[in-house]
């Protein structure tokens, strides 16, 4: 028989999370890691834990994912990052539902993301659902042109019916405001290649004060009050609006590539 339960992850100098997520998967039959050069302890971890790891040049999130699930053997395939853990009652969910033969193909799981150790309730933050178990060859990262080669905010394209579990995978996203600003100016960078390739910088002075200023404030009004994001309290506060600042300096970075093909 093969193994029931894959679980995929992803690491580059994760010593500080890995052992989370992996104390939180003992009950899986498999545990792929696939490692792109970690100079920490990464490996060493992973290996504590019975993962098979493989070493691999960086590709990408969406190509690095779908090299993890291609080496599962598993029936169902959880994928997750490296910064995530199942909560408890998500673990006894997951292994109650897989042996008796689900009807869905895939499944969603709600996601609690931290913000300084904060859970973020509100503001768009909760519940999060992200497809992450599935049917081995039923879903991953690249079915969907659309999704196959971004740089970032990679997705999971499943065409058939899926649910959402009922309890929580634990988002262990920023621990302090140096790592939330580095990673946002990663992101912001990865996030402005994206609209120079879909073409969705503006070329008018007015289009570019739209994306500079107006598109951050109306997403921190939007977040912060609409959607109730001051209800988290400062470190609410601190999330939206250094998200906003995000939004700004994703389109400032694509101005920044194309400026030379813009009119002053």
């Known amino acids: ?3 029931l339960l894959s679980v995929a992850i992803i690491t580059k100098n994760e010593e500080h999370n890995l052992a989370r997520t992996l104390a939180s998967v003992q009950f899986a039959d498999e545990i792929i890691i696939i490692d792109s050069a970690s100079t920490d302890r990464t490996v060493e971890i992973a290996r504590s834990f019975n993962a098979s790891v493989y070493d691999e040049p960086w590709q990408g999130f969406a190509a690095q994912k779908n090299s993890a699930i291609a080496k599962c053997s598993g029936t169902w395939i959880l994928s997750l990052d490296a910064d995530e853990e199942l909560s408890p009652e998500l673990q006894q969910q997951i292994r109650t539902l897989l042996p008796s033969n689900p009807p869905h193909d895939a499944y969603f799981i709600r996601r609690r993301n931290l913000f300084l150790g904060r859970w973020m309730k509100r503001g768009g933050y909760y519940p999060d659902p992200k497809l992450r178990l599935f049917r081995r060859d039923a ?7 659309r999704f196959a080669e971004r740089p970032v905010h990679e997705t999971i394209a499943f065409d058939g019916d899926a649910v959402t579990l009922d ?9 302090t405001l140096e790592s939330y600003l580095e990673h ?9 290649q994206l609209l120079v390739d879909s073409g969705k910088t503006s070329r008018s002075l007015v289009g570019f004060h739209v994306n500079i200023l107006l598109v951050p404030q109306l997403t921190f009004i939007w977040n912060y009050f609409c959607r109730l994001g001051f209800l988290d309290g400062r470190e609410g506060l601190l999330l939206h609006l250094y998200h906003a600042a995000y939004t700004s300096w994703k389109y400032a970075k694509a101005w920044q ?5 813009i009119p002053a």
């Open 184 to 192: 946002m100016d990663r992101y912001s960078t990865l996030g402005a």
């Open 139 to 145: 879903a991953n990262f690249s079915h969907s042109p």
């Open 1 to 3: 028989m093969p193994p």
């Open 257 to 261: 590539t194309v400026r030379k093909s």
């Open 167 to 175: 309890f929580d995978l634990i988002h262990h996203a920023y621990p």
